[in-house]
C-alpha cells in the first residue's frame, strides 16, 4: 500500500490506482447484476453497492500485498 | 416566511445528514493532511440537497467545473504573474465568458461553466503572490471538492436516500391532473379568460421547471434511472396539451356566439369531453361523428366544427399518449419500454437569452474589474478577498432579474456567520484539542443552520450561515487565531457583498416588466418571422414559446395591469404561428383562387405582428378582412379538399387572431378589441 506507480514521472499513490480499477471493476458487476434483475432482490441497493466497491478495494490491496510478499 | 413549520422530520434529517458527510469530508481531509479541510465541509454544504439524484448531479457538475478551472488557473497564473494587469484582464474574460455560457443553459448542468469560472478567481488570485505552489493548489482544491463530493452523494444515497424518480413521477402526475382540471373546467363552462390564460401560464412554468429537474434523473439511484427517454417523452407530450386548451376556450365562446342548434350540439360535445376526459373509448366516438354531420355546407359554423374536431382528436391522440407513456414508467422494465417508444424527435433546445446572458457577463467584468483595480491600487492583502467574493457573488446571482434584494439578504445573514465564527474562532475552537469535541462544537451551530437549507424560503440564510462559516474558520485552521487576519477577512467579505449590491443595482437590475416584454418581443418576432415564409420548423416553435410562456409566468405576477404586456397571451401567438405555417404549407397545394387569397394575408400578418399590441387595431382590421374574404369564399361548390383544410385553418386563424370579434359576414364589423 505505500508503492507509488510512475505514470510517465508523474507518482500516483497505488491506493488511487487500486481505486480507479476497482471502479471499473465495479461499474462491470453493477450492469451484470442489473442484467440478471438483482437489484429488485436486494433491500438497499446503494448500500449494497457501496459494500461491493469497498469489497472490490479491500480485496484487490489485499491481494497487492500478497503478492508482493 | 412559509407558514408551514420550518422543523419538520424530513428537514432536520436531511440537516442530519449533511452534517454527517460534512463531518465524514472533513475527518477524511484531516487525516490525509490536507491543506484546507474547511473547504471540503464548505463544499458539502455547497451541493447539500435534501434529494439523493439531485447531489449527485451537482456533484458531478461541480467536480468537471472544479476540473475545468483548475486547468484554466494552471494555464493562465504562473505565465501572466508579472504582468498584474493582464492578468486581472484574462481572468475577467474567462469568468464572464463562463457566466455568459452558463446562463444561456437554464438545466442544472450550466453549473460547470459557471463553477469553471469562478474557480480560477478562488484558487487563482491567491496565487499571484506565490505562483511556484500554483499546481499543488489547485491539485488540493480538486483533492478536496472531490473528497467532499464523494462523501456527500455516499451519505446521501445509503443514509435514508430520498430519490428523485418518486418524487418526479409526483410532479408528472400532478401537472397531468391539473391540466385536466383546466380541461375539464373550459369544456364544461365559459371561463374568465385572465384566470385561465394564468393558469395556463403556471403550467408552462411548472414544464419548464419539470424539465430541469429532469437532469437530476439519469444521477438517481432508483430504478427510474434508466427511463429518461421516456420521462422526456412524455413531457415533450404534455406540453402541447397547453395550446390545445386555450384553442378549446376560444372556439368554444365563438361557438356559443353563433347560437345555432348545430354550434349548441357541439359545445354540449365539448363538455362530453370535458366531463369524461377519464375514459378515452367515450369521446373517441363522440368526436368522429362530428364533422361528418356538418360537412354538408361549408360556412362558418362548418368550419368552426371542424377545427373543433380537429382539437378533439388532438387532446385525445396527446393524452392517450402521455398515458401510455405513464403507464410503461410503471412498469418494472422501465429501460425496455424507453427502448421501444423511443422519442420520435429529439426535444428542441429551450429559449436563450443572449441579451440578459450578456448584460450578466458585462455586471461580472465591471465587477470583477473594479474590484481588481482596487485591489491593485490600495495593495490590502485582503483586497484579494474583495475581488474574490465580490466576482463569485456576481456569478452565482446572475440567474436572477433583481439580485439586490437576496444579494442584501445575503449579506445581512454573512454578517451574521462572521459573527459566529469570531465567537467560534476565539472562544470555543481554542479550548478544543479533539477531533470529536469540535465536531460538537461544529453541530450547535451547522445543524440547526442546516435545516434551513432544506426550507426553500429560507434556503438563502441557510446557505449564508453554512457555506460562509466553514470558509470564515477556515482563514483560521492556519494562523492560531490572529485577530488581524480575521479582523481584515471578515471586513474584506462583507465589503465585497456591499459592493457587489452596488454594482448589480446600477448595472444589472432590470425589472420583471422589462424582461416579460423582451419575452414577448421575441415571440412576436418569430410570428413575423413565420408569416414572412422563414424556415422555421413549427416543432421548435411550439416548444420554445411553450418555454418562453413559463418565463414569462413568472413574471406575470409583478407586470403592472395597465402595461401593454400584462394582456399578452403568448399562447395564443404561439396557435397563431401554426396556424400561419400549416395554411402556407396547405396553400401549396390549394386551387389557384385560393391560393391567392391566402397569400394576400401573409403579408398583412407580418405588417400586423410588427406592430406594437396598442398600436394593431387598424391593421387588425384589414388583417381580417382579408381573412374574411378567403372564409367566405369557403361558401363556393368549387372548392376541393385542400381548399377545405385551408379554409379550416384560416377560421381557426380568425379564432386567434380575434376571438371576440363578431363571426365574418359580407359586410365585416369592426372588431370589438385588440386582442392578438
Known amino acids: 500500500m505505500t508503492g507509488q506507480f510512475d505514470l510517465y514521472g508523474v507518482f500516483l499513490p497505488s491506493l488511487s490506482a487500486i481505486a480507479l480499477f476497482a471502479y471499473g471493476l465495479f461499474r462491470m458487476m453493477t450492469s451484470l447484476f442489473a442484467r440478471i434483475g438483482l437489484y429488485p432482490a436486494v433491500w438497499h441497493p446503494s448500500l449494497f453497492n457501496l459494500a461491493l466497491y469497498i469489497t472490490l478495494v479491500g480485496g484487490l490491496s489485499a491481494i497487492l500485498n500478497w503478492l508482493q510478499t | ?676
Open chain 2, 1 to 676: 416566511m412559509s407558514a408551514r413549520p420550518a422543523v419538520t422530520t424530513g428537514n432536520v434529517l436531511f440537516s442530519l445528514k449533511t452534517f454527517l458527510a460534512a463531518m465524514l469530508a472533513y475527518y477524511i481531509a484531516v487525516r490525509f493532511d490536507l491543506p484546507r479541510p474547511f473547504w471540503a465541509v464548505a463544499s458539502v454544504y455547497i451541493v447539500a440537497h435534501p434529494l439523493s439524484g439531485a447531489i449527485s448531479s451537482k456533484s458531478v457538475y461541480r467536480l468537471l467545473g472544479t476540473l475545468i478551472g483548475g486547468a484554466v488557473t494552471i494555464i493562465l497564473v504562473p505565465n501572466l504573474v508579472n504582468e498584474p494587469i493582464l492578468l486581472s484582464a484574462a481572468i475577467i474574460a474567462w469568468v464572464s465568458g463562463c457566466t455568459f455560457i452558463s446562463l444561456l443553459d437554464r438545466t442544472p448542468r450550466s453549473y460547470v461553466p459557471l463553477l469553471g469560472g469562478y474557480t480560477v478567481l478562488l484558487a487563482g488570485l491567491p496565487l499571484v503572490t506565490a505562483p511556484a505552489n500554483t499546481f499543488d493548489t489547485v491539485v488540493a482544491r480538486v483533492e478536496e471538492i472531490g473528497l467532499a463530493i464523494v462523501c456527500a452523494s455516499i451519505v446521501s444515497h445509503v443514509v435514508l436516500p430520498v430519490h428523485v424518480g418518486a418524487i418526479l413521477l409526483g410532479r408528472i402526475d400532478a401537472w397531468i391532473a391539473r391540466a385536466q382540471a383546466l380541461l375539464m373546467a373550459t369544456a364544461t363552462a365559459e371561463q374568465d379568460e385572465p384566470r385561465s390564460r394564468a393558469e395556463r401560464y403556471a403550467l408552462a412554468a411548472d414544464a419548464a421547471d419539470l424539465r430541469s429537474f429532469t437532469t437530476h434523473l439519469q444521477y438517481d439511484g432508483s430504478r427510474y434511472r434508466h427511463a429518461l427517454t421516456l420521462v422526456r417523452s412524455l413531457q415533450h407530450r404534455m406540453v402541447s396539451f397547453l395550446p390545445l386548451l386555450s384553442e378549446i376556450e376560444d372556439l368554444r365562446r365563438a361557438l356559443s356566439r353563433l347560437d345555432s342548434s348545430q354550434a349548441k350540439q357541439a359545445i354540449s360535445v365539448i363538455e362530453a369531453l370535458g366531463s369524461s376526459s377519464t375514459s378515452e373509448s367515450g369521446i373517441l366516438t363522440a368526436e368522429t361523428d362530428l364533422p361528418a354531420s356538418f360537412e354538408a355546407s361549408r360556412s362558418w359554423e362548418s368550419l368552426l366544427l371542424a377545427n373543433v374536431a380537429r382539437n378533439m382528436r388532438d387532446v385525445v391522440e396527446v393524452s392517450s399518449a402521455c398515458q401510455s407513456l405513464r403507464d410503461g414508467l410503471k412498469k418494472d422494465s422501465a429501460a425496455r419500454a424507453a427502448r421501444r417508444i423511443a422519442s420520435p424527435d429529439p426535444v428542441p433546445r429551450p429559449h436563450r437569452d443572449i441579451g440578459m446572458a450578456s448584460l450578466s457577463a458585462l455586471t461580472v467584468a465591471i465587477c470583477l474589474a473594479t474590484s481588481t483595480f482596487f485591489w491593485i491600487a490600495s495593495g490590502w492583502t485582503d483586497g484579494m478577498t474583495f475581488a474574490q467574493i465580490s466576482g463569485v457573488l456576481c456569478c452565482l446571482l446572475a440567474t436572477m432579474d433583481d439580485p439586490v434584494p437576496t444579494m442584501r439578504k445575503f449579506a445581512e445573514v454573512t454578517s451574521g456567520s462572521v459573527l459566529a465564527a469570531f465567537v467560534y474562532a476565539f472562544a470555543i475552537l481554542p479550548v478544543i484539542g479533539d477531533f470529536m469535541p469540535l465536531v460538537a462544537a461544529l453541530g450547535l451551530f451547522l445543524i440547526p443552520a442546516g435545516i434551513c437549507l432544506a426550507v426553500p424560503s429560507l434556503a438563502i440564510v441557510g446557505m449564508g450561515l453554512c457555506i460562509n462559516f466553514p470558509l470564515l474558520l477556515a482563514l483560521q485552521s492556519h494562523q492560531n487565531s490572529d485577530f488581524t487576519t480575521f479582523a481584515n477577512s471578515s471586513v474584506a467579505t462583507v465589503l465585497a457583498m456591499v459592493w457587489t449590491i452596488v454594482v448589480c443595482s446600477i448595472f444589472r437590475s432590470v425589472k420583471a416588466e422589462t424582461n416579460a416584454r423582451r419575452l414577448f418581443s421575441v415571440v412576436q418576432r418569430r410570428v413575423v418571422a413565420i408569416a414572412s415564409g422563414g424556415h422555421i420548423d413549427p416543432h421548435v416553435t411550439r416548444h420554445r414559446v411553450i418555454d418562453m410562456a413559463g418565463l414569462f409566468a413568472a413574471r406575470a405576477a409583478k407586470i403592472s395591469p395597465n402595461s401593454e404586456t400584462a394582456e399578452a397571451d403568448l399562447i395564443r401567438d404561439l396557435r397563431t404561428g401554426l396556424n400561419i405555417k400549416a395554411m402556407q404549407e396547405l396553400s401549396e397545394e390549394a386551387s389557384m383562387l385560393s391560393r391567392l387569397k391566402a397569400e394576400s394575408i401573409f403579408p398583412a400578418l407580418e405588417i400586423l405582428y410588427r406592430l406594437a399590441p396598442a398600436e394593431r387595431g387598424e391593421a387588425l382590421r384589414d388583417t381580417l378582412k382579408l381573412l374574411d374574404n378567403l372564409i367566405l369564399s369557403s361558401a363556393d361548390a368549387t372548392a376541393t379538399d385542400p381548399d377545405t383544410a385551408l379554409f379550416v385553418r384560416a377560421a381557426a386563424l380568425r379564432v386567434c387572431l380575434a376571438p371576440e370579434a363578431d363571426p365574418p359576414a359580407s359586410i365585416i364589423p369592426p372588431p370589438k378589441r385588440n386582442a392578438a
